[in-house]
Each structure stands twice: as C-alpha cells, then as structure tokens.
C-alpha cells in the first residue's frame, strides 16, 4: 500500500534554481495540497486542488506554482528558489473536497536553499 | 485573522494521564481536528470534533467547547511511543484548515 508518496526526500539547492517536488496517490483522492512546515509555526497551505484540472491558492501560494493534470499526481513548481524557501514540504490528500478534513500526509520533502 | 493556540512544548511520565489544550478564534467553525506528528514523519489523523463533548478512541479522547473556542486532547496509560507533537486545527466558515503550531510531548520513564 503506498499511499500518498513524496519525491525527493531531500534536497540542497543554489538560490535562483528551478525546483519541482513530485507528489503522487494511489487512493483516488479528489483533493490534494501543499503545505510547508516551518520550526514554531503551524502547517501553512500554500496551494491546493479540489479535482483535477482546477487548482487553488493557499495562504502562502507566492513563489510557488502547481498543476493537476490527473487524479494522482499533483507537482509543486519553485520558479527560482530563495532561501526563505528552505522548509520541509508536504503534500497530503483527501478523500473528498476541502471540508472533509482528515488528510493524508506523505513523507515530506526537505528542501534547503542557499 | 485566525489565531489557534496550544503550549510548545509539554512533558509527562509513561503510565500517567496528560491533557494537552487548544484554544481557537476563527472566522467559523466547521470541525476542530487533532493529529500527531512523530519527529521528522508525517503527520497523522487521531480525531475530529464538531459537537460539544467528548470523543473517545481508546487510550485517545478529544473534547470540544465551541462557545468557549477550546479543547483538549486527553492521552491516557502514556507510553513512550506518544512521544510526539500534537497538531490542532480548526476548519473555518470557508472549510479551510487552519493549524496551530503543535506541542511537543515529551515522554519521561
């Protein structure tokens, strides 16, 4: 059972870079998100997907790009990384559309920028 | 704005009983959810309230207050595999989710 799967685990990259974090379900979720988790701060959403083909903004969506071509696979795009950008990223998942509520967090992706 | 808090960080003994607080303003309420989070994993679902009272599941039991904007998590028989930050967060009037910062449970033999 896979579940929900976060790629890559880590990552180092210079400032400037063009980075995408691959996030892929195999539950045929209708609703998928970003977030970031920052030391002393809560989960914050950066953008999100209630089905596929449509997309949404988040509270922190600035500097950050997504698309949902299909069902599984929801890719978040850094134009050109900045070292505010350093977080540890997760994408997560639900079985219906933003009011459900219980999501379905990968694994996380660790992202520094210098 | 939305403001949701609960204490940084907390600390208990294996076997004993500890109730972890969340206090919350929000634009409407939709749900209050808890979810733990072990270091350097991903966070997962323990419960969800959206009606005043207590939930139960098992050594886990959730309350809600929504007059009061508050609730707790109550962990019971601690072991120390709770060692782990505990997560609230509140659905508001535009079912969103908003996150507090989480309180990290220290778990001492």
């Known amino acids: 059972i896979a579940g929900i799967t976060q790629a890559p685990t880590s990552q180092i990259l210079a400032a400037g870079r063009r980075m995408t974090l691959r996030c892929t379900q195999d539950?045929?979720?209708?609703?998928m998100y970003w977030y970031r988790q920052d030391l002393g701060l809560g989960l914050r959403l950066i953008h999100y997907s209630n089905t596929a083909g449509t997309t949404g903004k988040g509270e922190v969506p600035d500097g950050y790009s997504v698309s949902r071509a299909n069902t599984d696979d929801f890719p978040l795009t850094l134009a050109s990384a900045v070292p505010s950008q350093t977080s540890v990223y997760f994408c997560a998942s639900s079985l219906q559309g933003a009011n459900t509520g219980e999501l379905f967090f990968g694994e996380g992706s660790r992202l520094t920028v210098l | 704005g939305q403001n949701i808090d609960q204490p940084t960080e907390m600390t208990a003994t294996e076997g004993a009983i500890v109730q972890i607080n969340c206090t919350y303003q929000t634009s409407g309420f939709n749900g209050l959810f808890w979810y733990q989070q072990h270091a350097g994993e991903a966070p997962t679902f323990l419960s969800y309230?959206?009606l005043d009272g207590l939930e139960e599941k098992g050594r886990f039991s959730s309350f809600l207050s929504r007059s009061k904007g508050y609730s707790y998590l109550l962990l019971k028989e601690l072991q120390m595999k709770d060692s782990a930050s505990y997560l609230c967060?509140?659905?508001?009037?535009?079912?969103?989710?908003?996150w507090g910062a989480g309180t990290k449970l220290i778990i001492k033999p």
């Open positions: 967060a509140v659905m508001d009037s535009n079912y969103q989710l908003n």
């Open positions: 309230n959206v």
């Open positions: 539950m045929r979720h209708n609703a």
